[in-house]
């Protein structure tokens, strides 16, 4: 999930399906007996050979992944569609009016608008290099880091040393994403919170923070996320009514453009970068979602799901960062609620948000619990009794959560924080790796013209992708060290 991924996430039964692999279906190849009376001749034998060899080059150019994909629970077009467009409505669509303060409302809508469209490109290269080596390799699907060893494998030599670290490098980014995400959820209940309840009892946000620990211990010890169902579907409901409070609060005063400026300053647009991409980006649910859709073929279409999902949510974000920062100006903080009136509707808003990414948190740390526990520590103890291994797994819990705490309370800046993610993990993710990925999985294939036209664009996007990370991570980080020295 944007990404911040908060609506595919709030699906739990999707995110469930998601750990279940697709198992393919066995090709039967007839056998040519022959009869105890047939006369069987060397050059017969030989023409038959040359035709079953024939046959099955014929069925590995005709292998279609889609057709060999057996999901427990396939989710429709609608379906799809619905959880891409939910992941968009998180934490990062609230930040995008500071996100366009940074930038300036003109240069932020049309960099928004760009932004979004390296970021469609980006996935669709992604699905298209997933579905060719699929193709090659003869099976239903693939994960991001599965695609990503199976295209450095056949790509340049020079990127072939890579292609087992190239797993532990994506895992880690992803990881290191979904922890900072959670690190996001913290900051952003705990100063709602504060505002909220800021009538009746004055804390300091960290005070918040270390009253939410335990809770959300608690809760991240939940091992099926079915138990949280309910719980989601009551979050995705208050979000949408929470937006709709926003929207009112933007337009019910008559808009102003004075003291509002085009063009932000050159040195904040890096922050501008980081948090964009954090909100608009969803590359470590594309591929599950995909892989998990009944009829996968209409994903990719022109006028697919991909294409329509990214363009409602590109629309979206580059309309409430436009008109928050033209409401509120230089005020807008963090997150737009943070800017609501501390009356009755603002309050209960303010609340009502943090109760909702409350119960998202342990469905976005579900993740990075996964990549530590699943594909890392749990080999190391198979000898152990089941009991002990799963007292080990609540301590990896809980150290995850203690980590993001730590992160959290020493840092309670909810923009900075999400500036500095989206450039850290975002910018490799969303961008640079799905360009080298796509570039080595049709390396071999790709005409001269074609492996010209295709270094070019792809060298770009990993250009893009660097920078970004570099000069994101470096400007957020120096903000962070100038806001608390």
Known sequence: MSHDNLGFTSSTDALQDV?????????????????????????????????????????????????????????????????????????????????????????????????????????????????????????PSMTYPATAEAALLEGPVLFRPLSRASIHIINTFLMVYQMGTCCVYLVFISKNLQLGLSKFIELEVEIYMAILLLPLILINYIRNLKFLAPFSTIANAIMFAGFAIILYYIFREPLTFKDRVTVGEVKNFPLFFGTVLFALESIGVIMPLENEMKTPRSFMRPCGVLNIAMGVIVTMYAALGFFGYICYGSKIAGSITLNLPTEDLGIAVQILLAIAIFFTHPIQCYVAIDIAWNEYLSSLFEKLRYRYKILLEYVVRTVIILVTFGLAISIPELDLFISLFGALCLSGLGLAFPALIHLCAFWKVAGPTEKKIMVAKNTCLMLIGALGLVVGTYTSLRDIIAKFS
């Open 19 to 139: 750990k279940k692999s697709s198992s393919s279906k066995v090709h039967q190849i007839n056998q040519i007996n022959y009869g105890p009376n047939e006369k069987q001749n060397s050059v017969y034998v030989l023409e038959l050979e040359e035709k079953k060899k024939k046959g099955a080059n014929e069925e590995n150019d005709n292998y279609d992944p889609y057709d060999y994909r057996v999901v427990e629970h396939p989710t429709t077009d609608a379906e799809t569609l619905l959880h891409l467009l939910k992941g968009s409505l998180g934490t990062g669509i609230l930040a995008m009016p500071k996100a366009f303060y940074n930038a300036g409302y003109v240069v932020g809508m049309i960099a928004t608008i760009i932004i979004g469209l390296l970021c469609t490109y980006c996935m669709r290269i992604l699905v298209r290099s997933e579905y060719e080596l699929c193709k090659r390799r003869r099976v």
